[in-house]
């Protein structure tokens, strides 16, 4: 299991815990994610890290002094 955290606009119901999204890979540097739809961003990953899987689950949603976050874990 592979865990990802995103930054989110907001921590409401737009991403609710326990379900499956779908998400998009960019690359530029290093591979960053979407999750579909535009509703989180991931940080840069490393070329050597990159995702096999393109859904994974919410499994925690959390508010930090910076930015809202939502946790998604990938099977891997």
């Not at 535009?38 to 940080?43: D, I, L, Q, T």
């Not at 002094?65 to 099977?75: G, I, T």
């Amino acid at each position: 299991m592979v865990r990802l955290e995103f930054s989110i606009e907001d921590n409401g119901p737009m991403l609710e815990v326990g379900k499956e999204y779908e998400i998009t890979e960019y690359l530029s540097a290093n591979y960053f994610y979407m999750i579909e739809n535009a509703w989180g961003m991931s940080a840069p990953v490393p070329l050597s890290k990159r995702l096999k899987s393109r859904r994974g689950k919410v499994v925690e949603k959390k508010k930090t002094a910076r930015q809202n976050v939502a946790v998604l874990e990938f099977d891997e």
